[in-house]
T-cell receptor, first 112, second 113 residues
Framework: GEDVEQSLFLSVREGDSSVINCTYTDSSSTYLYWYKQEPGAGLQLLTYIFSNMDMKQDQRLTVLLNKKDKHLSLRIADTQTGDSAIYFCAERKEGSQGNLIFGKGTKLSVKP | DGGITQSPKYLFRKEGQNVTLSCEQNLNHDAMYWYRQDPGQGLRLIYYSQIVNDFQKGDIAEGYSVSREKKESFPLTVTSAQKNPTAFYLC????????????FGQGTRLTVV
């Protein structure tokens, strides 16, 4: 199966919170990432969390890591139409020489 | 401004031709990577390089070649041996092995006509 799994779609109303979930399978992962991709563009690093942490907050973004369940989530507070994009979860495995394993991405649609 | 530059943004190729995608970075990063993205798919690693004059195959290297003659540059050649080359190609870079942050270019969309 896939190393990193995400639901493919999420739709929210402007001003609500968005929660994008991700599961991974390798308990030796060192870092876990969230990237944002707007149409036709490259990937923008939003945030990352080291595997010995369980939470990281950066302005409207909150990352929660449940290492026991291998579950990562990204919460976007006060979601705006500009947040509409595809969000990729990625893991870096220990000893992987920096290579990232990506999920298929979650397409977030924000309705006015 | 520091960053990663990929060119061109759009590229068209006839079947049977080789084509080279450019990736340049001025971040002084040691490591560089090439990923391929297909619609509805995650990114898959083609090749990566941890240091000048050294590179390693990723998960889908067949039909591709790279070179790393300079720290700033990591061009990717899509050869005629690549069976299904139409895709979005993304280049990334990071500090040496184990660095937390990896930054991406804006991508090159390759279409075989």
């Amino acid at each position: 199966g896939e190393d990193v799994e995400q639901s493919l779609f999420l739709s929210v109303r402007e001003g609500d919170s968005s929660v994008i979930n991700c599961t991974y399978t390798d308990s030796s992962s060192t870092y876990l990432y969230w990237y944002k991709q707007e149409p036709g563009a490259g990937l923008q690093l939003l945030t990352y969390i080291f595997s010995n942490m369980d939470m990281k907050q950066d302005q409207r973004l909150t990352v929660l890591l449940n290492k026991k369940d291998k579950h990562l989530s990204l919460r976007i507070a006060d979601t705006q139409t500009g947040d509409s994009a595809i969000y990729f979860c990625a893991e870096r495995k220990e000893g992987s020489q920096g290579n990232l394993i990506f999920g298929k991405g979650t397409k977030l649609s924000v309705k006015p | 401004d520091g960053g990663i530059t990929q060119s061109p943004k759009y590229l068209f190729r006839k079947e049977g031709q080789n084509v080279t995608l450019s990736c340049e970075q001025n971040l002084n990063h040691d490591a560089m990577y090439w990923y391929r993205q297909d619609p509805g798919q995650g990114l898959r690693l083609i090749y990566y390089s941890q240091i000048v004059n050294d590179f390693q195959k990723g998960d889908i290297a067949e039909g591709y070649s790279v070179s790393r003659e300079k720290k700033e540059s990591f061009p990717l050649t899509v050869t005629s041996a690549q069976k299904n080359p139409t895709a979005f190609y993304l280049c990334a870079s990071s500090w040496a092995q184990g660095a937390a942050e990896a930054f991406f270019g804006q991508g090159t969309r390759l279409t075989v006509v």
